[in-house]
């Protein structure tokens, strides 16, 4: 076998592979004993036919197409190996040139593992994020559990701020209601700016029993492009109000939401817990902010089928989203005010870092040679399936050795992600 490789783009090769008769004449055996099993000659139960007698029965074009199949087949995996390249899917095939039993010729075509050449990676540039929890921080979490041991007391009077009302509404623009713009027994703290300024100012002064008109007009930099700036009105029926009288933030607040004797004990959990969660979101945005310079730094190509996949992927997740609230993907898209061109361009910018970030990483983990024990794997899939001990599919899932090597691969990522972290702290 011989071969010549051409190069197509960074992430895209085409070998022509060139087979003599050493080659073809094991595939064409093959071939006739693969055949001998379907053919029927009076004598031979279907299935025992011998080679030899079979070669004077089987049609010499299928022997031919059969033969130069095994013969392909067998080869092309041996053909990229021997380029050195690692095609990422089952290459595209054509032949080019047969003759049965002496020569044959083929193209195969793939898009492969791309070569990525990393740039200085100790020396990225990246400042971690600085995190600082201030006073009204800590402030604004208790009066929120203020609020959540607040006593409720339904009264006739007309409604005014910091009221819990229970309404049902339509939205409607041109005298059309509009999706996500109706609810019923809906229940709203007035003052919380839940809703577009003027609905619930629109609310107070109203009684229980009212029913009434709120022409407002929804902000320009509204998220539904279609809402944007829009003139609306909102029919509105009031149908409970009640007055919510918060609990006091002191001793007896603390003591209400955990072990805690004094207010004192409860803002200092609560400034642990709030520098806690700082702190992991600045380390993830410490990580983020590095593999994105990193792929700066280097040399990075984006094979257009890993592209594809990761597109596949945040589509499936916007599908799941556009289910959960009962909707089409279309709608899902028309109700924050994009179309599918923009979402696909919007979605093949994400998918391309996706895939470059990927990339790098990985061949960092190769240039450091970072992995991880398979006891260290086996220690992960013992503790998912703890999980999931609830869910028999997923378990099973879990039995897969592809599903086995995909858990490898993320712990090996994320240990090299700690490695870059540490390399540049």
């Known amino acids: 076998m011989k071969i010549r490789s051409k190069k197509l783009s960074d992430s895209r090769i085409e070998i022509t592979v060139t087979l003599d008769s050493t080659d073809l004449k094991p595939a064409r055996e093959k071939a006739l004993e693969k055949l001998a099993k379907e053919i029927h000659v009076e004598g031979f139960r279907k299935g025992k036919v011998p080679t030899n007698v079979a070669a004077k029965f089987v049609p010499e074009n299928d022997l ?184 006091k933030v002191d001793d007896e607040l603390a003591k209400k939401c955990g072990p805690f004797k004094t207010l004192d004990e409860l803002k200092t959990d609560i400034r642990k817990n709030l520098e806690a969660q700082s702190s992991h979101r600045a380390e993830e945005k410490f990580k983020d902010d590095l593999i994105k310079a990193l792929v700066k730094k280097s040399k990075v190509p984006a094979p257009e089928i890993l592209i594809d996949d990761q597109m596949r992927m945040i589509r499936e997740d916007m599908n799941r989203n556009a289910a959960a609230q009962g909707i089409s993907f279309e709608d899902y898209l028309k109700q924050n005010g994009e179309t599918i061109k923009i979402w696909e361009e919007e979605a093949r910018k994400i998918a391309e870092e996706r895939v470059k970030a990927s990339l790098a990483l990985q061949n960092l983990a190769l240039e450091q040679k970072i992995t991880v024990s398979d006891d260290l794997v086996a220690a992960k899939i013992a503790e998912l399936k703890d999980v999931y001990k609830k869910s028999p599919e997923a378990l099973k899932s879990l039995k897969d050795p592809n599903v086995k090597m995909d858990i490898k691969n993320r712990m090996i990522i994320e240990k090299t992600l700690d490695f870059l972290v540490k390399a540049n702290s």
């Open 64 to 247: 031919n197409a059969e033969a130069i199949d095994i013969a392909v087949r067998a080869t092309v995996i041996e053909a990229f190996k021997k380029a050195e390249k690692s095609p990422l899917v089952i290459p595209s095939v054509n032949v080019t040139k047969y003759v049965p039993e002496e020569m044959a010729e083929y193209t195969a075509t793939a898009d492969i593992v791309p070569e990525v050449k990393l740039g200085d990676f100790k020396n990225l540039g990246v400042e971690r994020p600085k995190t600082k929890i201030l006073a009204k921080d800590v402030d604004e979490v208790l009066n929120n559990l203020a609020g959540s041991f607040a006593e409720k007391k339904v009264t006739k009077r007309a409604a005014k701020l910091t009221d819990e009302v229970i309404i049902d509404f339509v939205g409607k623009k041109d005298g059309e209601a509009f999706k996500g713009g109706s609810a019923k027994d809906y229940k709203l703290v007035l003052g919380s700016k839940t809703f577009i300024p003027g609905f619930e100012d629109g609310i107070v002064g109203h009684e229980p029993g009212d029913k009434f008109d709120l022409k407002l007009t929804f902000p320009k930099d509204y998220g539904v492009k279609d809402l944007a700036g829009a003139k609306t009105v909102f029919e509105v029926l009031l149908k409970q109000v009640s007055e919510v009288t918060k609990a």
